[in-house]
């Protein structure tokens, strides 16, 4: 297959970027979208030139590294489908591939097709996880969560807070991202202790990294390579209003 | 002579470690604060052990190459995590647990290392529970376990096929909470290129930082690796292509000693080549063997779709071989069998290089809800790689590079041969002798780190107390600094033609073809004839654009394939002196009869350690004798 790319490149965060337009011939069907990519580089290195630099490690759909802006949707065309895991028989030979970085404020970008996503770091500092320090815990039956709640809590923990859904929102909002973590805790009594202060912190830290509001368009979940539900999004907002009621009631 | 001294506690093995526990020596509280520790490695194994470390009230610097610690390897793990519980009632416990790994391992682990990892087990599974791992629940809210290779008990936790990560991300959420308190300073996006020896003691690290090349110093009063295993020496494997041995291999150049760097694990059930570009193979879980039956056509090269060819005509050549386990042997026999099957021409699709994990009787048995419910995600991964989908047709499989059992060499405190220098996880050698069992990675990972660790390595931070800050001017660190500096300089100025990727492919299938499945001694030495020219190219023309001082990925890999020609050497040389097979090492020279493996304990039934004795010398082996004194040695038999 031949295929005419266009990719964003750009030498830093301080410089600005451009679109530089790269034929590829011969691309093999089977080949996947970054083994694509891996061959582009070849050619470029061997041209004497710097190859296009972008993330990647698992390249099975699961460590949330890689993450492409491919022909206007992040991750490409296909559901459910991470960049590493789509593959060129879903491209038509002679197509033109658009290939951009995320974009969002909160997500700058470092280099080409890499951006910084420690925004995300920093909202799991803030409150993603359940205090229980190594060795404090009690026998694991001992606490049974029925199996319809335990299977929630794990659709909503198969985030690989690889960013797709800041990408796909008009607003660049994280919402799903935050409340999947939120969510997931919120469901199960380990993380029902801390649930209202989690939800306070976490939210707060994700307006202060300048992500946006949610205004209801569902791109993040259609966009989501791993599926989470913006059900989630109301657990979480149901969450963030109760804990700002029982500290009015509090007051 | 180094002197290998394992610190195995005698008494009676259930009694090892608690009784070793109880001698060990505190840092107080007060003194804690002031010690700095530094892990190397975000996975299971490092994040787990920061986080504990972090708990107690040390200082810990925690490093990682990726940008985030949520992205280790260890997020990549399907299958499960095992644990003695015996929820299932099926007479499990940790002596059961200790002796199946004792044996899967085919008797070259430690007994009282392996006793440890299985009693620490229960501890992980409860621990994973409090953090809010949402492991596969029954209906009654207990959790579910599953079936893996080479037991008879149904031990495996589980979360669907994604065990691994959320297991890891249980992991780093403890992490995230220490770094929230400020026990724990992350560094994300280092590469650590090598560790600073002061008086004879670990005392710091050299990394490079990947965003703008600045090398820097980082000290502390003990260093952890926790940095994995070097499968991607075969180029090809199920690991991510940023797994590397470049930190483990500093400190065996410093002076750690590496152990038994050829047993290495090849996977029977990943997906198998589909073009020359690939660089990854993807790993479809062992616990498919639970429901999947493995079969090739009985006739050779019969090119028939596998619809078409009738029950009688198909050759379960697992099930015939292995009566007693059929498809769930471990998965060393597992590989070597369909590898057998393939060479001998019964192979199917294009390139004869696979063979089917059919799951048809499963479905008709259980229906296709069933095992949607249990392997939906891996089969849903199988048709987005290949295209095809695996509730109509058969998946095809074939063995790739997988895990590494073997690894830095360390006593019972994980400490290596380098005082104040830990290994934990993958990146030791202890635990799994010459094979590993499904699911005992991340039980093994997660018992170092939480519960092992932290404990042992205040033994040795009570004599630091008074130490101070290590400072970072120190002339080991000027002098590693350097040699690091130098060493990219090097490489870098080659200005060659050839690509970093493109060397390691060669590399890769030299380690496939010569110190794979299955080895001989003539193979081991062309192989290493091999791999010496190679280097030599590899040196003249190696090509590297941009510079030094920027985010460069063509660097980055360049310097890993650098040391995979080492690590590449030093694997053959092990495989050539062990004359006998166990486990996932086979020497054609060392089968029954019937093609399996012939153990020699009488004269292998050791640990064979090397030391690094300058860059054109011979390393020097040295033997720690496994003593077995619970345990029977045994014919490994799955029949």
Known sequence: MDFTLKIWRQKNAQTKGSFKTYPLKDVSPEMSFLEMLDYLNKQIIEQGDEPVTFEHDCREGICGSCGLYINGRPHGPMRNTTTCELHMREFKDGETIVIEPWRSRAFPVIKDLVVDRSSFERIMHAGGFISANTGTAPESNSNPISKLIADKAFDAAACIGCGACVAACQNSSAMLYAAAKIAQYAMIPQGKVEAKERVDKMVKQMDAEGFGFCSNTYGCEFDCPKGISVDFIALMNREFFSSKVCKQKQA | MQKLDSKIPEGPLAEKWSRYKAGLRLVNPANKKKIDIIVVGTGLAGAGTASALGE?????????????????????????????KNYKNDNDSVYRLFHDMVKGGDYRAREANVYRAAEVSNDVIDHFTALGVPFARDYGGSLDTRSFGGVQVSRTFYAKGQTGQQCLLGTYSSLNRQIAKGTVKMFPRRDMLDVVIIDGKARGIITRNLLTGELERHSAHAVVLATGGYGTVFYLSTLGLGSNASAAWSAYKKGALFANPSFIQIHPTSIPVLNDYQCKLTLMSESLRNDGRVWVPKEKGDKRHPGEIPEEERDYYLERRYPAFGNLVPRDVASRAAKERCDAGYGVGDTGLSVYLDFKDAIEKQGQKAIKDKYGNLFEMYEKITGINPYTQPMRIYPAGHYTMGGLWVDYNLMTTIPGLYAIGESNFSDHGANRLGASSLMQCCGDGYFILPNTIGHYLADDIRTGKIPADDPAFEEAEKTVADRIQRIIAVGGKETASSFHKRLGKIMWDHCGMRRDAEGLKKGMELLKQLEEEFWKNICIPGSEK??????????????????????????????????????????????????????????????????????????????????????????
């Open chain 2, 56 to 84: 107690l009230g040390y200082n810990v610097k925690v490093f990682c190459f990726q940008d985030s610690p949520r992205r280790a390897h260890s997020v990549a793990a399907q299958g499960g995590i095992n644990a003695a």
């Open chain 2, 550 to 639: 920027d985010l460069n990925q063509e660097l980055e890999k360049a310097l890993k394939v650098a040391d995979f020609f080492e690590v590449g050497m030093l694997m053959c040389e092990d495989a050539l002196q062990r004359e006998e097979s166990c486990g996932a090492h086979f020497r054609e020279e060392h089968q029954t009869e019937t093609g399996e493996a012939r153990r020699d304990d009488a004269n292998f039934a050791y640990v064979g350690a090397w030391e690094y004795l300058g860059p054109k010398a011979k390393p020097k082996l040295y033997k720690e004798a496994l003593r077995f004194e619970f345990v029977e040695l045994k014919e490994r038999s799955y029949k």
